[in-house]
Nanobody, 123 residues
Framework: QVQLVESGGGLAQAGDSLRLSCVAS????????MGWFRQAPGKEREFVAA????????YYADSVKGRFTISRDNAKNTVYLQMNSLKPEDTAVYYC????????????????WGQGTQVTVSS
């Protein structure tokens, strides 16, 4: 069982930066591929970014490519999402997720989820 706890959300203005963190309560995070998803009001939960077990490979949604960076520190059982050049359309609840295996962008392929952290970006 993997428990995930996100933090770092909050209010920001367009152009600002925020860094989200996700701490996993697991013996070792090395076994899990980690992803970030987001869900805006009235919309489906959508893929944002994912990072492989070692952190060597990352994958991003087109909407955040070049602005967001996913990384992980397995020694700290923590995954990060650095969000730069924030836009009002980035406003959503951001979720950390984990799965065993390779990168997937479908939320149904992830087994473990955090409770989410709200990010609100004003113009």
């Amino acid at each position: 069982q993997v428990q995930l706890v996100e933090s770092g959300g909050g209010l920001a203005q367009a152009g600002d930066s925020l860094r989200l963190s996700c701490v996993a309560s697991v013996r070792t995070l090395n076994y899990y591929l980690m992803g970030w998803f987001r869900q805006a009001p009235g919309k489906e939960r959508e893929f944002v970014a994912a990072v492989t077990l070692s952190g060597a490979s990352t994958y991003y949604a087109d909407s955040v490519k070049g602005r967001f960076t996913i990384s992980r520190d397995n020694a700290k059982n923590t995954v990060y999402l650095q969000m730069n050049s924030l836009k009002p359309e980035d406003t959503a609840v951001y979720y950390c997720a984990a799965r065993s295996g390779t990168i997937r962008v479908n939320k149904d392929d992830y087994n473990y989820w955090g409770q989410g952290t709200q990010v609100t970006v004003s113009s």
